[in-house]
């Protein structure tokens, strides 16, 4: 069975700086859907940015990179110029093609940022 | 707008009352499901549907029922509730071929 974890519970960064966010995953498949999800104090569940196993190339989406390594089923998050709106909880999802029915969350990383 | 809208938001209830949480989204999805979050956790799939009529357990599905007797709509339902239920609820839904989750809002329950 698939997993995903995140190793770091809390982080911080002071604005304008980057943070980089880490993320492991175990998984059998080749083909894949990564994810990560950020999570403000509203609650709503809002998608960062995604990426699918088959291609090489990071995905990235403004200020938001993602270092994708799939040897070592490795997938962190790297902010740059934090700002205070990126405060939230984060989480890295897993989809398999597959298994379509199933998408698995790691237990978050909640991103303080200090102005 | 395209959404998954659930209602309630905020619920507080007691031990053994039987309570339901709506699930709507309006964008034609086959796929939804109900997740569960508590902290250091993350999310816990419940229940999830592949389409109308199909239905099928998550990883948590103790305590828990849903149906799916239209493609839009995908309720919770706590037939007793029990404190151990008092959580962070999402509805999620994703389309054919789409791999990214739309969420709802979120609905705290509370039983007391």
């Known amino acids: 069975a698939q997993t995903v974890t995140q190793s770091q519970p809390e982080m911080s960064v002071q604005e304008a700086e980057t943070v980089t966010l880490s993320c492991t995953y175990d998984t059998s498949e080749s083909d894949y859907y990564l994810f990560w999800y950020k999570q403000p104090p509203s609650r709503q569940m809002i998608l960062v940015i995604r990426?699918?196993?088959?291609?090489?190339q990071n995905a990235t989406e403004n200020r938001f990179s993602v270092n994708f390594q799939k040897a070592a089923k490795s997938f962190s998050l790297k902010i740059s110029d934090s700002q205070l709106g990126d405060a939230a909880m984060y989480f890295c999802a897993y989809r398999s093609p597959t298994s379509y029915d199933k998408v698995i969350f790691g237990p978050g990383t909640s991103l303080s940022v200090i102005p | 707008e395209a959404q998954v809208t659930q209602n309630p938001r905020y619920l507080i209830t007691v031990t053994g009352k039987k309570l339901t949480v709506t699930c709507s989204q309006n964008m034609n999805h086959e796929y939804m499901s109900w997740y569960r979050q508590d902290p250091g956790l993350g999310l816990r799939q419940i229940y999830y549907s592949m389409n109308v009529e199909v239905t099928d357990k998550g990883d948590v599905p103790e305590g828990y029922k849903v149906s799916r007797k239209e493609k839009r709509n995908f309720p919770l339902i706590l037939e007793s509730p029990s404190p151990n239920q008092t959580s962070l609820y999402f509805c999620?839904?994703?389309?054919?071929?789409?791999?990214?989750?739309?969420f709802g809002a979120g609905s705290r329950l509370t039983v007391l």
């Open positions: 990426q699918e196993a088959y291609k090489q």
């Open positions: 999620a839904s994703s389309g054919p071929g789409a791999n990214v989750l739309t």
